[in-house]
């Protein structure tokens, strides 16, 4: 409103400015047109005085020729070579009388004069050849004509009044192109000698003086001048008036032509100087317009910004309430959390259920606020995209850590689809990429009650500049969004179809995060759903390549571990040994944990170098998981520190390096930098134990199933193998008894009950050279073994199957090589069941 009421102002201000401008201007205008017509006017004035000039002199030669005539006639009167009849006859034609005078002024032959005609011839008999013109008579001319040397008669000749208003005559000068009259004036008699045609009832006959217009001003002119002309718009605003007397007559010559036709060319360039100040005008208010529109912009624009300026002040204020009291929120959760975490170690029962309810609202909440920090964040302009080398396959890992549990604990299968030729080694923001698709993820098990999710990732297009485009594609056979839903589907804190989730907590800011990423990241993110079938979520973004070497098949190395993770049993306990696991992703950190779990070890955690260096110098830790790609101090720089710090604890302590790249050269590399191995992520269980088996001091391992000395006074029977002896792979047996303890307990029995009588079998085949029975019943014993864990046992007798069955049915000159084989490895497989045997007794009480 305030804004409007400015610009209105302004407006009015500048159109006052821009109007006396124009005033000035105009008048600037008309005093310029004013004084040019002035000088054009006095142009045309002495432009038309001399055309009287001219006029004046075509008037006297046609005198003079007329003169010249009749003195000619005159000459052979008195030569008397014609009679004066003739001479007479000679000048008269139509409306021109010639005639003959005596000296008294009498006619004697021809036309008589009247009486005032005396004057005139007595002015000729001195000689002189002259004119006059008399009032309704005409134009008379004179000339003496001589015997002698004095004068006889006058030879005359009248022009009648008829005879001169008549178009043929040479006195009337008609203008073609009806531009200009001419008459003849005589200022003797004050009368019109020679009008033009219609002078009468032309507007150049002042009927009022019965004169020709403008005569007064011409002749006072004249007065003063040899010729006058007269542009007076008074008179007549169309015509200049000129008038020039006739030498030796009493005669003027008036003429009247039309201002135009005089100014033509001339007013060309008055039309040329009008039309360019014209256009300066024009010029001008096309200035004075753009200005104007230019200055009500910047005003609109100092007011937009104003407005903007003020809007962002308190957007930003808000910005930074919302992040400062995210940030307040977060420290004392944490805290919260931590102490909850304690409290669900120690408490049992319903105490612990309540503790659990506790850590599930907690990690909820904290979502939460970082997702509106993270948009306050985005919103005040302070998130950063921040590139750093990073490994995709570490990413993925993280990915799948984070998702496929909770789609697990929905009932959900989950799909992973990697590109095995995607390169491993990429720059971007290895955060905010993470982010953004597990988001997109954790959206996709929300919001899918029963069925899959499937995440697909493929990078498009060729390595052009180094760079490629990742596309991660989420598809999910979820409750699908409307059509018309989509489009608010990226706004900020929106829900959709809130009838149907009502019971899914969520924001709604979870996807306004990601799209405003993505944006950052110079990404795409694009939705495909089917209401009711289940949505497909597409996110594009460019990342650099780093190296070439490609990520390799991650989703074998995925399933893997899943059926590990699915089989998994614990195969030895250490409830003296501490380990430290360090990753600065919690969810990897979890999985450490809880792979672990079972075998009682003490575990402690990190998320940073930095705390790790801390823990070493404070604790003895039997083995350190160190993660290779963490943010601030990587796995690799936190060994090379760990290694020389002067009071660490640790000193001995095998660190085993954490990677999600399995690319070739890899264990070298972690060798080489100090490390004494390395895992591969995702960690599947079982390489974890055999790990952490191997690097564990033997002294701090128990068999599964053995009380510790810690948790019992019973004594471990001396007989039990060590681990690594031993000849029962319990999660093998127990994924052959679909994870059945009893079940799998009746399976050991039986073996071990029969193996008297299968290895009696056996040697009687043997005995007998009965190389075919000998081979079904290895073969048998090949699957029996491996049912009840017996790998050990299982592959011997694989050996002594394949030996046999080379023996029967392969090449004659073989034959005695592989009964030698079979003769030689037997007894072994037997030895190997026996123990089996004693450790099923041992170590399960069987006998
Ligand atoms: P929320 O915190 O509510 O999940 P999001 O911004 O992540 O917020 O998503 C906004 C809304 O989009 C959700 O409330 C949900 O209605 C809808 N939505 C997001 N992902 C899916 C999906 N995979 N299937 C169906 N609906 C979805």
């Not at 201007?25 to 005093?31: E, T």
């Not at 005139?120 to 040397?149: F, H, I, S």
């Not at 977060?330 to 612990?352: D, F, V, W, Y």
């Not at 030689?824 to 099923?840: I, N, Q, S, T, V």
């Amino acid at each position: 409103m305030k804004q409007d009421k400015r610009i209105l102002t302004f407006t009015l201000h500048l159109l006052g400015r821009f109007m006396i401008f124009f005033a000035i201007l105009l008048l600037i205008g008309f005093a310029l047109q004013s004084k040019m017509n002035d000088s054009l006017n006095r142009e045309v004035e002495k432009f038309s005085t001399h055309q009287g000039e001219m006029l004046a002199f075509v008037y006297h030669n046609l005198l003079q020729t007329e003169i010249a005539e009749l003195s000619k006639t005159a000459t052979l009167i008195a030569a008397e070579k014609i009679t004066p009849a003739n001479g007479v006859q000679s000048i008269s034609d139509k409306g021109q009388l010639g005639g003959l005078l005596d000296i008294n002024g009498q006619s004697i032959w021809g036309v008589a004069l009247p009486a005032e005609a005396k004057l005139q011839c007595a002015r000729t008999l001195q000689g002189e050849p002259n004119w006059r013109y008399y009032k309704d008579v005409g134009l008379v001319v004179m000339v003496p004509v001589y015997q002698g040397t004095t004068v006889r008669y006058v030879l005359c000749k009248l022009h009648t009044d008829s005879s001169l208003r008549d178009k043929s005559s040479p006195f009337q000068f008609a203008d073609k192109k009806d531009e200009e009259n001419i008459l003849l004036y005589d200022t003797r008699t004050q009368q019109v000698v020679v009008p033009f045609e219609n002078y009468t009832s032309s507007p150049f006959y002042d009927a009022d003086k019965d004169s020709p217009l403008g005569l007064d001003q011409l002749l006072s002119k004249l007065d003063n001048a040899q010729e006058a002309a007269i542009f007076d718009p008074k008179i007549n605003a169309d015509y200049v008036l000129y008038a020039s007397p006739i030498p030796d007559t009493n005669f003027i010559a008036i003429g009247y032509r039309e201002w135009r036709s005089v100014v033509t060319g001339i007013t060309n360039i008055h039309l040329i100087v009008l039309w360019v100040f014209g256009l300066l005008v024009v010029l001008f208010c096309v200035f004075i317009l753009y200005a104007f529109t230019n200055q009500v912009a910047a005003e609109e624009s100092t007011a937009l910004r104003e407005a903007r300026d003020e809007a962002l002040r308190a957007n930003q204020a808000k910005s930074d309430f919302l992040a400062h009291m995210s940030h307040e929120i977060r420290t004392p959760l944490n805290a919260i959390l931590g102490m909850n975490e304690m409290i669900m170690r120690e408490a049992s029962g319903k105490l612990k259920k309540y503790a659990f309810n506790i850590k599930s609202a907690g990690e909820t909440l904290l979502s939460i606020i970082n997702d509106i920090l993270d948009f306050s964040k985005i919103e005040s302009g302070k998130m950063e995209i921040v590139p750093v080398s990073y490994s995709l396959s570490s990413v993925l890992n993280d990915v799948y850590n984070m998702v496929h549990y909770k789609a697990g604990q929905k009932g959900l299968a989950f799909h992973m689809n990697v590109d095995p030729d995607i390169p491993d080694a990429l720059i971007g923001d290895e955060v905010r990429l993470r982010q953004v698709v597990v988001n997109i993820l954790n959206n996709a098990v929300k919001y899918t009650p029963k069925g899959s999710v499937t995440f697909t990732v493929k990078s498009q297009g060729t390595a052009e500049n180094d760079t490629l485009e990742l596309e991660f594609i989420t598809q999910d056979t979820g409750i699908g969004i409307r059509e018309e839903d989509k489009e608010k589907l990226f706004a900020k804190f929106q829900r959709l179809d809130i009838e149907k989730n009502r019971n899914i907590e969520g924001t709604g800011l979870g996807l306004a995060i990601t799209v405003k990423l993505t944006e950052m990241m110079q990404g795409s993110i694009s939705v495909d759903s089917i209401y009711g079938e289940g949505s497909t979520f597409t996110i594009r973004i460019p990342q650099q390549v780093e190296k070439y070497d490609p990520i390799g098949d991650f989703n074998t190395r995925i399933e893997a571990a899943l059926k590990e993770e699915e089989n998994y049993q614990e195969s030895f306990t250490a409830p003296q040994a501490n380990i430290l696991v360090v990753d600065d992703n919690d969810m990897n950190l979890t999985v450490v944990e809880s792979l672990l779990e079972k075998t009682r070890i003490h575990i402690h955690t990190s998320s940073y170098g930095k705390d790790c260096l801390q823990m070493i110098e404070d604790n003895h830790y039997d083995i350190v998981f160190l993660d290779h790609m963490m943010p601030e101090m990587d796995g690799i720089e936190t060994l090379q520190r760990a290694k020389n710090l002067i009071n660490s604890k640790c000193k001995d302590t095998p660190f085993i390096a954490l990677t999600a790249n399995a690319v070739a050269g890899v264990r070298e590399m972690f060798l080489a930098k100090g490390f004494n191995d390395y895992l591969s992520k995702p960690v599947d269980g079982k390489t974890l134990e055999r790990m952490v088996q191997k690097y564990l001091p033997p002294e701090k391992i128990e068999a599964a199933g053995e009380k510790s000395a810690e948790a019992t006074t019973e004594s471990t029977p001396a007989e039990t193998p060590s681990p690594a002896d031993q000849q029962i792979d319990l999660p093998t047996a127990m994924q052959y008894c679909g994870n059945n303890e009893d079940m799998q307990k009746k399976f050991l029995t039986i073996f071990v009950s029969r193996r008297e009588a299968v290895t009696k079998q056996l040697e009687n085949d043997l005995n007998t050279d009965n190389i075919n029975d000998y081979t079904t019943h290895v073969h048998a014993l090949k699957s029996t073994a491996l049912s009840i864990g017996g790998i050990k046992l299982s592959e011997a007798a694989k050996a002594l199957e394949m030996a046999g069955h080379a023996y029967c049915d392969g090449p004659e000159e073989e034959k005695a090589d592989n009964l030698q084989y079979i003769k030689e490895h037997h007894g072994e497989a037997m030895e190997l069941y026996a123990k089996l045997a004693d450790e099923a007794q041992s170590r399960f009480g069987i006998s």
